[in-house]
């Protein structure tokens, strides 16, 4: 489980969840008289509008920090947690243009006059919108993309090849299976800073491996050329770079497997 690979638009998500819970203890209609429902008096509506939509949020983060998310009913986590927002937005809609529905016996004793949508409505509203509008965008919109948790800056980051206090997943750390250092007496050189587009060159003969983490999820491309890619690059978590090849990097994943970053522009370097 990798918190580091929650994005922005995750954590408004989360933040989403966070008043849609609060807004299920409200009350459900406006006015001052006593024993006013709350939406935990209508298993109904709790059920469609409050507990699907953090029902939602919970599984659209946990198809993010989990590793190998499992499918429901043939939907990825996610989808399936986006699913959900979207339903519990569409309940909290059409309750609220309805407020009153299967509270007949509160309208009696009310002496007949349908009440207004209370503050749990409204918050309930407004944040399974936004839980929604979130769920949503976060895949489409570049600033929802990024890194809830920047991945973090060692003091002093190790030189490739030395032994590391802690696993992998930060610059210095040990690279399990990985072939080694280079050869001595190659002088070290850093990523020379070249931008995408630029057409493909040979690898750099002096390049060293050194560590960097990505802004945004980026696809990570066979070395043989295809266009299919083999994995996905988080942000949070630092990746060892181990060849240069013009304006590309080959990168390795904590797995062991090697790719090319074809996109290496905004990486961060450690």
Known sequence: MNIRSLTRGDGVVIGAAVL?????????FGGDEGDIPNAWDNLGLVMSLYIAGIAGAALIVMARVLPQPPKVAGLDLGQFGVALT?????TSFWTIIDPFGAFD???????????????GLILGLIAALLLAAAAVATPLVPALKGALIPAPRPAAPQ????????????PGAQQAGFGGPPQSGQP????????PGQPAAPPVADFSPFWFAV???????PEDGSQTPIA??????????????????????QDGRRGVLQDTSG???G
């Not at 979207?86 to 569409?90: G, L, R, S, V």
């Not at 030189?159 to 930060?170: K, S, V």
């Not at 070290?188 to 931008?195: K, L, T």
């Not at 996905?232 to 994943?253: F, K, S």
């Open 159 to 170: 030189p490739y090849g030395a032994q590391p206090p802690a696993g992998y997943g930060y």
């Open 105 to 119: 016996d509160v309208l009696s004793g009310l002496g007949g006059r349908e009440p207004e949508a209370g503050a």
């Open 267 to 269: 990486i961060q370097r």
């Open 215 to 221: 802004p945004v999820p980026r696809p990570l491309f």
């Open 232 to 253: 996905e690059l988080a942000p949070g978590t630092w990746y060892l770079a181990v060849e240069q090849r013009g304006a590309a990097l080959v990168a390795q994943t």
């Open 188 to 195: 070290g050189q850093s990523f020379g800073g070249q931008q």
């Open 20 to 28: 849609l819970f609060i807004a299920s203890f409200l009350d459900t």
């Open 86 to 90: 979207i339903f519990a937005a569409w």
